[in-house]
């Protein structure tokens, strides 16, 4: 191998790197090591705040989305769309005549005022709320390595 590894995969490799590198090398990444391995895990959804557990190695995540349009209920399937056959076009201005206005795809008259856009309505949002559990995350390196808090620890205090 030549220069640094860019990956450990073992226990071994995280001890190559402490035995044969300088400290500013090997330690960020036990120190990384060591702090990826507890973890806020996802748990149930609950039906409301009450219904969950709240303590040092428990919280409630309140999760809020954007209602979509398939989310809402409709009370009636929308009548079949007929095909529009007027004419939407809209006249080119001569070089005598002003540019007409055009809002919705129809032409204001001249001297009659442009209605003011409305402003979109603010969605609507859904909570949820989902049980977390502070716990050792069996997918982090500390433990899938088989380190021990003492063991990294100690080679942390060096």
């Known amino acids: 191998m ?3 590894p860019h990956r450990l995969n073992s226990k071994a490799d995280y001890y190559y790197v402490k035995d044969n590198f300088e400290k500013d090398y090997w330690k960020p990444l036990w120190q990384n090591m060591y702090d990826l391995r507890m973890v806020w895990m996802p748990g149930e959804l609950l039906e409301s705040k009450e219904d969950g557990i709240e303590d040092e190695t428990h919280r409630i995540n309140v999760i ?3 209602i979509t349009e398939e989310e809402t209920p409709q009370e009636e399937a929308p009548a079949a769309i007929e095909e ?3 004419d939407n076009e809209v006249p080119a201005p001569t070089d005598a005549e002003e540019p007409a206005e055009v809002v919705d795809g129809e032409v204001v008259p001249e001297g009659e005022e442009v209605p ?4 979109p309505e ?7 709320y989902q049980q977390e559990t502070y716990m050792e995350n069996p997918w982090s390196d500390f433990v899938r390595f088989g380190f021990t808090v003492e063991e990294v620890e100690a080679a942390l205090a060096e």
């Open 116 to 119: 003011a856009a409305e402003e």
């Open 64 to 66: 809020e989305s954007d």
């Open 122 to 128: 603010a969605p609507k949002k859904k909570v949820t």
């Open 2 to 4: 030549k220069g640094k």
């Open 84 to 86: 529009d056959t007027t």
